[in-house]
């Protein structure tokens, strides 16, 4: 079974850096990019970045450029969303999703992650 | 970036009736690269329909895509009670992505 298994629910304060995970099983996990997408509380979906493990080759969008990191362990067939400074508006789940290409659909999703910041 | 503007924001109707759901973009998506997501609440998005018009694995045939350009369209032929959800266009015309905000399914 094809799956994308995220790391747990993260309670953290502003200036605080913390790193989430994805790892993807059931298929050939170095040839499929893997994305991130943000939903802030009540909100919408919210496309961040993708990553091709691969080669680790990394397109971000351009509000969020600058503001998170996102890499790849492809040994253990990992992908990383990271932070160095959170604040109080990177509150929100957080999903990964596997696509096709570099131009694709979401095919698979992860359970998501949910990230507080909060003093 | 391409913004994806969806329609109506909620739909009220009852299961057995049919749902039409719009999804615009600003401008014209290259090669239908439009999908369709639903999400129920506290899950994961699902995908349905990627490339404009193609189900994905698993999607009953009462969900169907079509459009071009900059207007597409989301069509539930038959409302079933699972079906009440949150749909979302996704345009990946370019690698940067962009989600419309969203069409909330609700029941009459």
């Known amino acids: 079974e094809v799956q994308l298994v995220q790391s747990g629910a993260e309670v953290k304060k502003p200036g605080e850096s913390l790193k989430i995970s994805c790892k993807g099983s059931?298929?050939?996990?170095?040839?499929?990019?893997i994305g991130w997408v943000r939903q802030m509380p009540g909100k919408g979906l919210e496309w961040m970045g993708i990553?091709?493990?691969?080669?680790?080759?990394?397109r971000y969008s351009p509000a969020l450029q600058g503001q998170v990191t996102i890499s790849v362990d492809k040994s253990i067939n990992t992908a990383n969303l990271q932070w160095t400074s959170l604040k109080a508006s990177d509150t929100a789940m957080y999903y990964c999703?596997?696509?096709?290409?570099?131009?694709?659909?979401?095919?698979?999703w992860g359970q998501g992650t949910m990230v507080t910041v909060s003093s | 970036e391409v913004v994806l503007t969806q329609s109506p924001g909620t739909l009220s109707l009852s299961p057995g009736e049919r749902a039409t759901l719009s999804c615009r973009a600003s401008?014209?998506?290259?090669?239908?690269?439009l999908a369709w997501y639903q999400q129920k609440p506290g899950q994961a998005p699902r995908l349905l329909i990627y490339?404009?018009?193609t189900r994905a694995t698993g999607i009953p045939d009462r969900f169907s895509g079509s459009g071009s350009g900059p207007d597409f369209t989301l069509t539930i032929r038959r409302l079933e009670p699972e079906d009440f959800a949150v749909y979302y266009c996704?345009?990946?015309?370019?690698?940067?992505?962009?989600f419309g905000q969203g069409t909330k399914v609700e029941i009459k």
């Open positions: 990553i091709y493990p691969r080669d680790s080759e990394t």
């Open positions: 999703a596997r696509l096709p290409g570099v131009v694709g659909a979401f095919d698979v």
């Open positions: 490339d404009t018009s």
């Open positions: 059931g298929y050939s996990f170095s040839n499929y990019w």
């Open positions: 996704q345009q990946y015309a370019s690698s940067l992505g962009t």
């Open positions: 401008e014209s998506v290259s090669s239908s690269y």
